[in-house]
C-alpha cells in the first residue's frame, strides 16, 4: 500500500470525475478513527461533488449510541463501516453486544458498509437476518479470489445474503484482488454471479479510489465495468453506475 499511502484530496479526484462524466461521489472511511470520519466530513462541506460520507465510530463502546447520534446530525453522515477484514473475529458482526449500536443506526437511518472478506459472510447474514431494517452493502463483493480462479464458499454465500431484502452488493475492488496484468474474463465470472442474484437494483458500482491505482487505475477499471455491464439494458446500466447509489445512500439526486 506504499504507493498510495498519502492523504488524497478533492483536487486528486475532480480530474478523473470530470473527465469520466461522473456527477458526485460517496467518500468511505478508510481509518478506525471518528477523526478520520470528521476529515471527510468537512471536505464534503467544501467539495459540492461529495455527496455523502461513510464513517466510522467504535460500534461496541459503550457510549456507540450516543456517538451514532452525534455524527448522524450532520446530513453528508449516511453509513457506517467497521472494517470488519481487519479483525480476529470472524464472527464480530454477529456478537449480540452490538445490538445498542445497530438499533441506533437503524433508527437514524444510517446505512452498514460491510468491508468483509469471503470468511466473514456467513455471519453477516446472521446480523442482516436480525436486523432487516438496517440496510447493509457488500463492500467490494466480499474480495473473492479473482487471482486463484476460485469460487469456494463465496458463490454460495452470496447468494444466501442476496436473498435478504435489505442487503445489496457494490461491483468494485475486483482488479484488486486479480492477478497482476488480469483482462476483463478474469473478473466476469465473479460481476456475473453478483449481477445473477443481486439483480441490478441492488447492486452499486464503485471505483475503490485510489486503491484502484495499485491495479491499474481508474481509468482501466471503469472500461473494464462498462463491459461487465454491455449486455444490460440501458436503465439497469444507468441504475448500477449512479441511480441505485442515490437510492441506497439517500442521496438527493437533485442537489448538486
Known amino acids: 500500500m506504499a504507493a498510495i499511502h498519502r492523504d488524497f484530496l478533492p483536487a486528486d479526484l475532480a480530474p478523473l470525475l470530470a473527465a469520466h462524466g461522473i456527477a458526485g461521489t460517496v467518500l468511505v472511511q478508510s481509518l478506525p478513527s471518528e477523526d478520520d470520519t470528521r476529515w ?24 456507540a449510541p450516543a456517538n451514532i447520534a452525534r455524527l448522524a446530525s450532520n446530513g453528508k453522515l449516511k453509513g457506517l ?9 470472524d464472527a464480530w458482526i454477529a456478537d449480540p453486544a452490538l445490538a445498542p449500536a445497530l438499533a441506533a443506526m437503524v ?23 436480525d436486523y432487516p ?3 447493509i452493502v457488500i463492500d467490494h463483493a ?25 442487503v445489496y452488493c457494490k461491483l468494485s475492488g475486483l ?44 481509468a482501466a477499471w471503469l472500461a473494464a465495468s462498462v463491459a461487465l455491464l454491455a449486455h444490460l439494458g440501458l ?13 441506497f445512500y439517500d442521496i438527493n439526486q437533485e442537489t448538486p
Open 142 to 166: 466480499a474480495k473473492p479470489p479473482i487471482a486463484a480462479a476460485a469460487f469456494g464458499n463465496w458463490r454460495e454465500d452470496m447468494a444466501q445474503l442476496a436473498a435478504l431484502p435489505n
Open 40 to 63: 471527510l466530513l468537512a471536505l464534503a462541506e467544501k467539495s459540492s461533488f461529495i455527496r455523502a460520507v461513510v464513517g466510522w465510530t467504535d460500534l461496541l463502546a459503550p457510549d
Open 107 to 129: 433508527a437514524h437511518g444510517l446505512r452498514l458498509d460491510a468491508l468483509v472478506l469471503p470468511r466473514h459472510l456467513p455471519a453477516l447474514q446472521h446480523c442482516a437476518r
Open 175 to 218: 482488479v484488486t484482488e486479480a492477478r497482476s496484468g488480469w483482462d476483463v474474463d478474469d473478473l466476469r465470472p465473479f460481476a456475473a454471479h453478483v449481477l445473477d442474484v443481486f439483480g441490478p437494483r441492488r447492486v452499486i458500482w464503485g471505483s475503490d479510489w485510489p486503491v484502484v491505482d495499485l491495479a491499474g487505475g481508474y
Open 81 to 89: 463501516r467497521p472494517m470488519l477484514q481487519d479483525l480476529e473475529d
Open 133 to 135: 431494517g438496517l440496510s
Open 235 to 247: 436503465q439497469d446500466r444507468n441504475d448500477i453506475f449512479g441511480l441505485n447509489a442515490l437510492r
